[in-house]
């Protein structure tokens, strides 16, 4: 049976109220405001560079759409420091042909220290839960990046004392950065705002050198941990 024309229109006028009507009744919560905290931070390379977490800062601007109770939106946009710090070890003594021990240079001594600055974009889902003035959440989500610079702290003096020193002359080939970014944390509530504290894990997709089979390295990517002070305010 072939449907009047009149009908399939009182059928789609139907559906668009019932829409409208889901979209009205949704409850949704808008809120802004700013973040700041702390970076640790490294790179993945291959082949291997001894390392610690490199420590740096980060801040940005945060906007939030919150749908009903459990379910939300967050897009950021971020300063954010990161890097690496290289390791420097040596065993104390070394033997000799002879068999005699001799002192080894100490490579503690030796520091070098890259840092990359970076504009970040975090696209974020938001599920939270608990209490309506205290709220444990998880953010989970991508996030793109680009370095607008980078800078280097140290005392090699020309000297080689890592196994791996080739990145030491190397500038930063690929300053996009994307990746898969996510944390938990807890919100508290309160009238004149609200207050999170969250920690963060963000693990890069990309290379910052070139990696093809012609070049020194084959993997070179980042890897940060944050922790996040944030204060948001809720439009009415």
Wanted: aromatic share 12%.
């Amino acid at each position: 049976m072939k449907l009047k024309p009149y009908v399939i229109l009182l059928f789609l006028g139907i559906a668009s109220v019932i829409k409208a009507q889901i979209i009205v009744t949704t409850p949704y919560e808008f809120s802004i405001g700013v973040s700041g905290g702390t970076t640790f931070s490294s790179i993945d390379f291959r082949p291997k560079v001894t390392q610690s977490m490199l420590m740096g800062t980060t801040f940005g601007l945060t906007g939030r759409m919150t749908m009903g109770k459990y379910v939300g939106i967050q897009v950021e946009l971020n300063y954010a420091q990161q890097g690496w710090k290289e390791k420097f070890e040596s065993d104390d003594q070394a033997q000799t042909e002879e068999g005699t021990t001799e002192e080894l240079e100490d490579l503690s001594k030796y520091k070098y220290n890259r840092r990359l600055s970076y504009i970040q974009l975090p696209f974020y889902t938001r599920v939270q839960f608990g209490k309506n003035n205290v709220k444990g959440f998880i953010n989970a989500g991508p996030q793109i990046g680009y370095m607008i610079s980078e800078s280097t702290d140290e005392n090699l003096n020309g000297e080689t004392p890592g196994k791996i020193n080739e990145q030491h002359s190397m500038p930063v080939e690929k300053k996009f950065e994307w990746g898969i970014s996510g944390g938990a944390g807890i919100e508290i509530r309160t009238g004149i705002g609200y207050f999170l504290l969250e920690g963060r894990y963000l693990y890069a997709l990309g290379d910052i050198y070139n990696t093809t089979r012609s070049d020194y390295f084959s993997k070179a990517t980042g890897q940060t941990i944050s922790v996040k002070i944030s204060y948001l305010i809720p439009l009415k």
